[in-house]
């Protein structure tokens, strides 16, 4: 199948210190992309056990008790992230931890997007600052 994507793309790593994972995100995201904010084109999931040693895993094949929801979530470009974007990753993943990578288009932006290519303009850069440091930032 063809993809077209029509807004900017993120890649998001969410860490889980100490392998504790609640089940909040997956909700959030799966209401994200119900109410068509963002489209899910891949997600990995990198984890670290008590000696370091690092595995990567498609979410579509961890055990829905594991990241109850995830599992459910349809991608659009399974295997745009891979064992390179793992490798990277396990550079800097202490042991007994993990992380979702999740790579999403911004679908909200689209008409935005549209509206700057009809102009004829261009994005000369984008900047994303995390809400952690704007919240420390206004502290």
Excluded: C, Y
Excluded at 2 to 16: N, R
Excluded at 28 to 54: H, P, Q
Excluded at 101 to 111: D, M, P, Q, R, Y
């Amino acid at each position: 199948r063809v993809i077209v994507v029509s807004g900017p793309v993120d890649v998001v790593i969410i860490g889980f210190p100490g392998n504790k994972f609640t089940g909040k995100i997956a909700p959030a995201i799966k209401e994200l992309v119900e109410n068509n904010t963002i489209r899910i084109l891949d997600l990995l999931f990198v984890t670290s056990d008590d000696t370091g040693t690092i595995s990567a895993l498609r979410v579509q094949d961890l055990a829905a008790d594991l990241q109850p929801g995830l599992v459910e979530l349809d991608t659009f470009m399974p295997g745009a992230l891979d064992e390179h974007d793992a490798q990277e990753l396990a550079e800097d993943l202490p042991a007994n931890s993990s992380a979702l990578l999740v790579a999403f288009e911004n679908v909200w932006a689209s008409k935005f997007v549209a509206a700057i290519q009809e102009a004829e303009a261009v994005v000369i850069d984008q900047i994303r600052i995390p809400a952690d440091a704007v919240a420390d930032l206004l502290a």
